[in-house]
């Protein structure tokens, strides 16, 4: 008697995008308009930094602004309908393959790909406290250009040490009344020169030697953070209208590792064209830009790597 066995075969598509953010779901609806049949798989954060942003009001198109998952919701009802194929699971390894590459999900399946966009973006790091999590998106927040605006003639504080606290402090006394920048350490770690601009900006003030231990509010909004100085444990509470973290990004590129050219800080080294050091995988968005970290910048760039993808399939062929 015998036994006929059935041997799976893996399809070996002509794209694949790792991120359902503004970058990976603009790469796909490019793709799927160019008759590449994209699929897209959801990454470790589905939606993309979007999804925590309630009002988006700097994306052109919009002139009344935008929720942020909504946002993202209409990009992927659009990539759909040109032909996207989207796949809730996490990639977990990566290599190259002949003709190509493969990825092992998390889910345990297995698929390969002629080219690869990669568009996982940067998770911002967060104090890890629960109020910190109820108040996300209601004062809370990690972009100073995505929510600044919210706060004309308000109190805010940031959190951070570095550039970016600097930057983001900058930028917030355009609107607020009054900035205070919240640093563990008694010192920043920021550039000279950006330190520089924060203490001559009067509306900028620094609070040394303490930390954030909850974020407090009356149960819709934030009303003030409580601190614990970090040298003798005296615990103060601070008024506020809006708590802004600084405290830097992580970029999701851990598969990547020994693979891809990365940065220092674990951001995918691109071309001006989203090419990386291998032919045929192109980085979109955060993952990749260190710079501005905007929508619009990063669906500008997943349309350059879906064009290029396309480009890059033809010339193969």
């Known amino acids: 008697m015998f036994k006929y066995y059935l041997l799976c075969r893996?399809?070996?598509?002509?794209v694949i995008?790792?991120?359902?953010?503004?970058?990976?779901?603009?790469a796909a609806i490019y793709a799927a308009r160019a008759n590449l049949n994209p699929l897209v798989i959801s990454g470790p954060e589905d939606g993309g930094q979007l999804t925590l942003t309630t009002d988006v009001e700097n994306f052109p198109g919009f002139p009344d602004g935008v929720q942020g998952p909504a946002l993202v919701e209409m990009c992927k009802k659009q990539a759909e309908r040109f032909g996207t194929r989207f796949k809730v699971d996490i990639a977990s390894e990566?290599?190259?393959?002949?003709?190509?590459?493969?990825?092992?999900?998390?889910g345990?399946?297995?698929?390969?790909t002629k080219t690869l966009i990669v568009a996982t973006g940067a998770s911002a790091r967060w104090l890890g406290i629960p109020s910190e999590e109820k108040y996300k998106g209601r004062g809370v927040t990690t972009c100073a250009v995505c929510d600044g605006a919210f706060f004309k003639g308000k109190e805010v504080v940031v959190i951070g040490g570095g550039d970016s606290a600097m930057e983001e402090s900058?930028?917030?006394?355009?609107?607020?009344?009054?900035?205070t920048v919240i640093h563990r350490k008694d010192s920043f770690r920021a550039s000279k020169i950006m330190q520089d601009r924060f203490f001559k900006n009067q509306k900028c003030k620094v609070l040394w030697d303490n930390e954030v231990v909850e974020i407090l509010g009356d149960g819709k909004k934030v009303t003030g953070v409580k601190l614990k100085n970090t040298k003798n444990g005296k615990i103060t509470e601070l008024k506020t209208d809006g708590v802004f973290l600084a405290?830097?990004?992580?970029?999701?590129?851990?598969?990547?590792?020994?693979?891809?050219?990365?940065?220092?800080?674990g951001y995918i080294k691109t071309?001006?064209?989203?090419?990386?050091?291998i032919a045929g995988v192109f980085a979109a968005g955060d993952v990749q830009d260190v710079r501005y970290r905007q929508a619009i910048t990063a669906a500008g760039s997943g349309c350059q790597a879906a064009m290029e993808a396309e480009k890059y399939l033809a010339e193969q062929e």
Do not use: S, W, Y
């Open 17 to 26: 995008i790792l991120g359902t953010g503004i970058a990976g779901c603009t």
């Open 108 to 112: 345990g399946e297995k698929i390969q």
């Open 170 to 179: 900058q930028f917030l006394t355009k609107f607020a009344t009054k900035v």
């Open 94 to 106: 990566f290599k190259k393959i002949k003709g190509g590459f493969e990825l092992l999900l998390m």
């Open 271 to 277: 071309d001006r064209f989203m090419k990386t050091n």
């Open 247 to 265: 405290i830097g990004h992580i970029p999701n590129t851990k598969i990547f590792e020994g693979k891809l050219d990365l940065d220092e800080k």
């Open 10 to 14: 893996i399809v070996m598509e002509k």
